[in-house]
């Protein structure tokens, strides 16, 4: 199912104008300076925000629309990994994940014994007891992955996942979520502002400036022929590194 953000919204004095879209099994990356409006987006899809005018759609689902649809958050299927993670700190790596399965009312032995499965998947069996804050990283980004995969999500949202690791961690961890997303049937939304992030795991860049998208495409078409100055220094600064 495919999943569409048509969306107007304004906040004090900002003002997000956007249409985009993401494909069944497509990972559609979200790129822009600080305060463009990336994080905004990911929350009104969420349903962290409600939208001022336009239309959210995951399928044939209506998820918000003026002027009566609104899909509480808990409500819409969503795999949901945030740059800060937000696991429990008082729980495990293997009841957090475990946390996810049991949220689609699936019993707890059932749950756990999914739950050690995913981490497995990942090589955190022998981290299954550790809470987060002994778990490196690195580690404490898969929980976190896994976590939202054991909702069952129709469509994934990652915002900025790689951000608070260490920039000799974020290449393993690239090609840990390219794996799974590859995996993955549901559209894929990620928020970064790191053009090699998009360039590892997207299909297609939408860039958003000042609260309005100025380009979008492949990953080809947008860094062959950047249309702003912002999108052609990204380019410049990705290729210097």
Do not use: W
Request: aromatic share 4%; charged share 20%.
């Amino acid at each position: 199912m495919t999943l569409r953000a048509a969306i107007r919204l304004r906040l004090g004095d900002f003002e997000l104008d956007v249409d985009v879209a993401a494909a069944p099994g497509e990972v559609t990356a979200v790129l822009g300076p600080n305060g463009a409006g990336k994080t905004t987006l990911l929350r009104c899809i969420a349903g962290g925000h409600a939208i001022d005018a336009g239309r959210i759609e995951l399928g044939e689902e209506v998820l918000d629309a003026l002027p009566d649809r609104f899909v509480a958050p808990e409500s819409r299927r969503l795999g949901i990994v945030h740059q800060r993670l937000l696991l429990f700190p008082h729980l495990t790596a293997l009841e957090n994940v475990a946390f996810g399965v049991r949220s689609r009312g699936i019993k707890r032995v059932q749950a756990h014994a999914q739950a050690t499965g995913l981490l497995e998947r990942v090589g955190l069996a022998a981290h299954a007891d550790q809470k987060p804050a002994t778990l490196s990283g690195g580690q404490a980004q898969r929980v976190a992955l896994v976590r939202a995969l054991a909702t069952d999500p129709a469509a994934l949202l990652l915002d900025e996942p790689f951000a608070a690791l260490d920039a000799t961690v974020r290449p393993e961890m690239r090609r840990d979520v390219g794996a799974f997303l590859a995996e993955f049937a549901g559209p894929t939304v990620l928020v970064t502002h790191d053009l090699t992030d998009a360039l590892t795991l997207a299909d297609r860049l939408v860039v958003i400036e000042d609260g309005r998208v100025t380009q979008s495409g492949t990953t080809s078409e947008v860094t062959s022929h950047p249309q702003t100055q912002y999108v052609a220094d990204l380019i410049a600064s990705a290729g210097t590194r």
